[in-house]
């Protein structure tokens, strides 16, 4: 199952959105989300970050991390 992730990281500095997300959008992986969210490429495990740390990170302590 792809990643689900919400498009509500903040825009990037300068970056001025015109219209918000208004539902739910599933990616097929972090970066393609963390493009769409920010309006630049990157590398969503690096840049999808949450008080619990990256998503990378999280994505590698697999269930067990749990």
């Given at each position: 199952?792809?990643?689900?992730?919400a498009a509500t990281a903040p825009p990037a500095?300068?970056?001025e959105l015109r219209q918000g997300v208004t539902?739910?959008?599933v990616f097929s992986?972090?970066?393609?989300a963390g493009?769409?969210?920010?309006?630049?490429?990157?590398?969503?495990r690096v840049?999808?970050?949450s008080a619990e740390g990256a998503f990378g990170a999280w994505e590698a302590r697999g269930v067990d991390g749990l």
């Open positions: 199952m792809a990643p689900r992730v500095k300068g970056v539902r739910d959008i992986s972090p970066s393609t493009a769409v969210a920010l309006g630049r490429s990157c590398n969503g840049e999808w970050v």
